[in-house]
T-cell receptor, first 119, second 110 residues
Framework: EPEVTQTPSHQVTQMGQEVILRCVPISNHLYFYWYRQILGQKVEFLVSFYNNEISEKSEIFDDQFSVERPDGSNFTLKIRSTKLEDSAMYFC?????????????????FGPGTRLTVL | DAKTTQPTSMDCAEGRAANLPCNHSTISGNEYVYWYRQIHSQGPQYIIHGLKNNETNEMASLIITEDRKSSTLILPHATLRDTAVYYCIVRGRLGNQFYFGTGTSLTVIP
């Protein structure tokens, strides 16, 4: 069964450094998402991406964050200058296109996550 | 998207059915009920979803009341590996994101 994969599983970085988290969505999916979960807290939406542009983003997704689909298979989340409070699990998800413009009704499938630790 | 209310925690004996309730009294006609679970710190795992009819798949059954204001996720024969946090999410057709609440922490007891 196809699944979303993420690398690395654990990333340790120094405060102020840039990090790139990578995701390979399910191959026939066209909607991509990033969520994060700070330890002991809820899973929070960051951003959704469709047709090479951001379709929705939360307040958390500020100018320090960016997303990119650099090729036909990868989907990345970049944090430009990490802060201590960016330490969290970051989950990538993907879903199919329903065929209706702008409507991602279909189920989102999540990857195993990347644990980001900022020191 | 409509808000959901779930019990904070539940226990279930191994081999018995686990029935996890969810209230979504403000659900509107075009909103779906989704269930996901999260085992420890793994990625949320899709379980099942429905609109108004009851649904069943290889993992679980979803019973939605006729007025759609509440639903129950049923794991027919709970195993220790079903210990997880279960999230009930209501999502509209045009929504892109899922709102995860605090969910129900299910512990399956040997």
């Amino acid at each position: 069964e196809p699944e979303v994969t993420q690398t690395p599983s654990h990333q340790v970085t120094q405060m102020g450094q840039e990090v790139i988290l990578r995701c390979v969505p399910i191959s026939n999916h066209l909607y991509f998402y990033w969520y994060r979960q700070i330890l002991g807290q809820k899973v929070e939406f960051l951003v959704s991406f469709y047709n090479n542009e951001i379709s929705e983003k939360s307040e958390i997704f500020d100018d320090q964050f960016s997303v990119e689909r650099p090729d036909g298979s990868n989907f990345t989340l970049k944090i430009r200058s990490t802060k201590l409070e960016d330490s969290a699990m970051y989950f990538c998800a993907s879903s199919r296109d329903t065929g209706l413009a702008g409507v991602a009704l279909d189920t989102q499938y999540f990857g195993p996550g990347t644990r980001l630790t900022v020191l | 998207d409509a808000k959901t209310t779930q019990p904070t925690s539940m226990d279930c004996a191994e081999g018995r059915a686990a029935n996890l309730p969810c209230n979504h009294s403000t659900i509107s006609g075009n909103e779906y009920v989704y269930w996901y679970r999260q085992i420890h710190s793994q990625g949320p795992q899709y379980i099942i979803h429905g609109l108004k009819n009851n649904e069943t798949n290889e993992m679980a059954s979803l019973i939605i009341t006729e007025d759609r204001k509440s639903s129950t996720l049923i794991l027919p024969h709970a195993t220790l590996r079903d210990t997880a946090v279960y999230y009930c999410i209501v999502r509209g057709r045009l929504g892109n994101q899922f709102y995860f609440g605090t969910g129900t922490s299910l512990t399956v007891i040997p």
